[in-house]
């Protein structure tokens, strides 16, 4: 079971940029995903959730309103398109998918398949 997150890059301030995270191995229609990220020195944080209980999504209070999550059961795929990037969004994306949960869940330890990350870095 892998999942693979690409999509990461140099990004000016302003500017948006589109996360996608590939599943394979297994489906994971059922399972609840998100978003967490990493900036140096600091610890993993969750961005954005998504669950197919019915649709719902969540998202950080730093990203609400900017970041939108999204998911596409029949590719198996997961997005983050991400807007008005700034500065203090420069980190190590991951994603992540709960184990066999739809529930939405904010901590690293509630998720069980981890994507191998992808750097955004926010110029200013």
């Known amino acids: 079971v892998q999942l693979q997150a690409c999509g990461g890059g140099l990004v000016q301030a302003g500017g948006s940029a589109r996360l996608s995270c590939a599943a394979s191995?297994?489906?994971?229609?059922?399972?609840?995903m998100g978003w967490f990220r990493q900036a140096p020195g600091k610890e993993r944080e969750f961005v954005a959730g998504?669950?197919?209980?019915?649709?719902?999504?969540y998202y950080a209070d730093s990203v609400r309103g900017r970041f939108t999550i999204s998911r596409d059961n029949a590719k198996n795929t997961m997005y983050l398109q991400m807007n008005t990037l700034k500065p203090e969004d420069t980190a190590l994306y991951y994603c992540a998918a709960r184990r066999d949960s739809v529930v939405l869940a904010t901590a690293p330890a509630s998720y069980y398949y981890w994507g191998q990350g992808t750097l955004v870095t926010v110029s200013s």
């Open positions: 191995g297994r489906t994971f229609s059922r399972n609840a």
């Open positions: 998504i669950t197919l209980i019915d649709g719902s999504t």
